[in-house]
């Protein structure tokens, strides 16, 4: 090129996209360098003008959008022999996402686990392609859900994701941005589409946030997170209708990949969707020429990159060196950071400056509906049958019923053997016979129950008893003759405890972060908050959870997506009594000889100073007396049911369809949390029971509490009487049962002493029942905030070192796409997600997980260090309880002794009255650092613990306004939160450690964590372990960079 002459930069491109802002931002800091001419062809050329027309350039940048002429282009291309920005033949891959994903597989760059489904016509029959309820099958490969269903053309946009019917079923279709929604749930849909060809593939759990990636050349990339379209479908738009989005650091093995698709599609301006799951990432989408919208500094970066591209391949006499002061001013404006906040501070109760670092909450689950169980013996070929198909044919192994096949499979056979009239009192039938059509008619109702199945809210379980041998052939083999079978049903969240759980959620977003008001919604967008939910395995444990995420979070629409999305399943930190079962039979045994000796003769022996610290502390005192009166009007409630239930069955009798009680679909009421008005009107019971469940639900309990044969009471039942009455107050008000709201003042005095003493009778016994239930929570807890203290002293000595020496971490070429990367080591212990039960098996590579950042060069917030991490436990009332209970009796144990409790005297007592940990009862704990303290000084960190009751007014309660209005929703409103330490008290982070380790589980027990290789970051600390999910802000309102 001779010297002054300018190189010609061709822009071949249709004028809509040569006039958008990214375009032009970038062409006129090309321009202003002084080293380029741009001619820009127009559609009139491009559409219409042979090649041999075309202006000469020595650059071109020319890439295909709607009505363009590629064939055309790549003509001009061969004549030209310019320099290709993008080259043109590759483009025609990315219409085909089968080639795309081949290519990038070609190159070895990680892609979801897929298979195609190639159909000739629309509906072919494939004799490769299966469909069952909860997977499709490709050659052989199977696909759990839930998984992705793509078109293979890459202009259609429907992409669908199918859900599995533990988590409710239904569908999501993903598009093309329409106003301010990008997707929308279908709960009805279940079947896959057959109309055209698809690609199935693995859906991976990013935890809401989908990541762009932007390479300007193979050395370039730039990345930006957005909320994902799979949570809620509402589109984030900040005051200028744009997409909220923002910019992320990428990993050491994210820019290889970003190089590799870079030079795999020969594309040098190249945009692809990076999915980030259990700390990977994987390649799911390829767009061709893609710019970043709204980012100054991008644009500079971008026109930076591209002048040296063209003088590498036209000029490479001239220095590429970027000039100290770049030839364009433009000052970028800076952006508000969206909420009104008093610095990133805290003025603390003790006067001095304060900040957040952490928030730790297990929550109890929501408003359920009674927890039921039915079990008979059955001999029925047609029921023992069904157990052979679906444990393998093996006479002695017991099965599981829970999938929708299963179950139905049971049903049909149920309905054929469940006699269509009841002997009368006449016949001759055995008692034991009209006992056995009576269960079997009990079971036929719950499998009916709710409009079709799911694992969620019903379980069979079939056990053999008794087997003889036959003779097949020259063969002798088994075959069972009697099963045992259980049937678990009820316990499902209702209306009201979804409600509970969204309102609480919300209650948090605008409490729990002190100073930040609506900016946790703020925090969580930017990658400042970390934010991990948890759940155990109990279907109303994790439909709590989420919901209190849509409430926390201000999402939209249905629970199943959200559950999918944010939840993990922790069954081994959250389920299960079985490493405390022997001393819970111990604590009950006692208890029952307390109620029954007589309470106060124990209690009048015990300390009046701590009435806390004696035997069965909180029992009444005349409890034996109110036994008799319990089980009278247990008897009173039953047979008005009884009545109740008659009339339905007269009514069924008169009919031959299943369908005289209005039809009830329990997934859809999950999306609920009004009452169903229709059903209320109709004087039917509230939620999916019909008169003869609920008839069998006091039925079992008048059965169980006293048995008249053996004049014995089983105090176990006290619990179960309680929760069906506050369940019928609440729920059934309108059935008007005389006697229920006697019943439950009798019911509540006795279960309020029971419920507590059954995790132990006096505080020594809680404390070691406690600690078994609650000690890999204990220890996962205790990794949480040692963690937040860690990377907290990462963050301040790197600050320090950034003062006094600008030049330390200048490791950073300005100009390449070598981003600092803020990795650190995983915390968490194994966990299994949604994506398939194969979960249980992976190794334990899958917790290496990469700590996600914001990008702080690109990101127009103010605060871009400050950094909160929240942890969310939902789980049972056996977890709430224990976790309680170590936490107010940690300093009885003997290694421990002369130590103060960690909760003060004043909370104890409180505590003892509290009786009730009710639904969405919570515990918090929060930890702060004082900045103005040195980094070694104990007192840097201080820990403030707060717990709430939950729900747990009376449905009798009428003075309180508030109550009575909720009630008319069948709801209860959910108690603040009490302070569990006195004003002023300071509880450091050292001091909690050392009263709470000898009841958790040690660190070194869960799975060790590693650092990927080729981790180069800031923090080298081998002590600090972690996990962040990136997650998003789902807030319709907030500020922030636009897409």
Known sequence: MAKGKKIIVGVCVMEKKVFSAPMGQILERLQAFGEFEIIYFGDRVILDEPIDRWPICDCLIAFHSSGYPLEKAEAYAKLRKPFLVNELEPQHLLHDRRKVYECLEMYGIPVPRYAFVNRDKPYQDLEYFVEEEDFVEVHGQRFWKPFVEKPVHGDDHRIMIYYPSSAGGGMKELFRKVGNRSSEFHPEVRRVRREGSYIYEEFMPTGGTDVKVYTVGPEYAHAEARKSPVVDGVVMRNPDGKEVRYPVLLTPNEKQMAREVCIAFRQGVCGFDLLRCEGRSYVCDVNGWSFVKNSYKYYDDAACVLRKMFLDAKAPHLSTAIPPILPWKVNEPAQPEGLTRQGSGIIGSFGQAEELHCVIAIIRHGDRTPKQKVKLKVTEEKLLNIMLKYNGGRPRSETKLKTAVQLQDLLDATRILVPRTRPGPGSDSEAEDIEHAEKLRQVKAVLEEGGHFSGIYRKVQLKPLKWVKVVKGDVEEEHPIEALMVLKYGGVLTHAGRKQAEELGRYFR???????????????????????IYSSDE????????????????????????????????????????????????????????????????????????????????????????????????????????????????KLAETTSYDVIPPYDQARALGKTHIDVDRIAAGLPCGSEGFLLMYARWRKLERDLYNERKDRYDITQIPDVYDSCKYDLLHNAHLNIDGLDELFKVAK?????????????????????????????????????????EEAINVAELKSLSQSSTTSIKNVKEHSDHQPLTLIKNEESRRTSFTSEKSMDQDEDDDKEIKYRLDPKYANVRTPERHVRTRLYFTSESHIHSLMNVLRYCNLDESLQGEASLICDNALERLLRTKELDYMSYIVLRMFENTEVNLEDPKRYRLEMTFSRGADLSPLEKSDVEAASLHQEHTLPIMGPERLQEIGAYLTLDKMEEMVRPFAMPAEDFPPPTIPQGFSGYFKSAGVLERLVNLWPFHKHANGNAK
């Open 539 to 650: 279907g109303r444990v994790q439909m709590s959870a989420a919901a209190f995420a849509k409430g926390l979070l201000d999402l939209e629409g249905q629970l199943t997506p959200i559950l999918v999305s944010l939840v993990s399943k922790d069954s081994s930190m959250l389920d299960g009594l079985d490493n405390a079962s022997i001393e819970m039979e111990e604590a009950k045994a006692r208890l029952n000889e307390l109620i029954t000796a007589g309470v106060k003769a124990v209690q009048d022996n015990g300390s009046l100073k701590k009435p806390w610290m004696v035997d069965g502390a909180g029992l009444p005192l005349n409890a034996s007396d109110l036994l008799p009166t319990l089980v009278k009007l247990t008897k009173k409630v039953t047979e008005q049911v009884r009545l109740l239930a008659k009339d339905e069955d007269e």
């Open 510 to 532: 605008n409490n729990m972060y002190p100073g930040e008001g609506t900016g946790l919604l703020r925090l969580h967008s930017t990658y400042r908050h970390d934010l991990k």
């Open 749 to 789: 005095l006795l279960a309020d002493g029971v419920i507590p003493n059954e995790y132990g009778i006096n505080p020594k016994q809680k404390l070691k029942i406690g600690s078994k239930i609650a000690r890999r929570l204990l220890g996962k807890i205790l990794i949480d905030l040692r963690n937040t203290r």
